[in-house]
């Protein structure tokens, strides 16, 4: 059992810049690859990135939409994954997600085992 807390959402104006933190509990949390994920209202759940578990390679994934603005990290002491997110826009407005997986696609909702409870991003323009 993982459990996963955000936190650092808020509300900021387009262009400026916030960063999320992901602070799971176990001492597991090495062997997981973490994800962020986000949903807007009325919008099915999305990916945002992705940084798999740790070993001789880590791999990042990042979607298209975010890519060059949002950058995801990890620190396995601290047991904590974050997002930082610059240049934001109204568009990237949502509650945003981590969740953790053992295996599996980065991209899939479904591959992820345990999710957080989300924190909000409101971006006003």
């Known amino acids: 059992q993982v459990q996963l807390v955000e936190a650092g959402g808020g509300l900021v104006q387009a262009g400026e810049s916030l960063k999320l933190s992901c602070a799971a509990s176990?001492?597991?949390?090495?062997?997981?690859?973490v994800g962020w994920f986000r949903q807007a209202p009325g919008k099915e759940r999305e990916f945002v990135a992705d940084i798999s578990r740790s070993g001789t390679y880590t791999y990042i994934y990042y979607a298209d939409s975010v890519k060059g603005r949002f950058t995801i990290s990890r620190d396995n002491a601290k047991n904590t994954v974050w997002l930082q997110m610059n240049s934001l826009k109204p568009e990237d407005t949502a509650v945003y997600y981590c969740?953790?997986?053992?295996?599996?696609?980065?991209?899939?909702?479904?591959?992820?085992?345990?999710w957080g409870q989300g924190t909000q991003v409101t971006v006003s323009s």
């Open positions: 176990g001492r597991t949390f090495s062997t997981y690859g």
């Open positions: 969740a953790v997986r053992s295996g599996g696609q980065h991209s899939s909702p479904s591959h992820y085992d345990y």
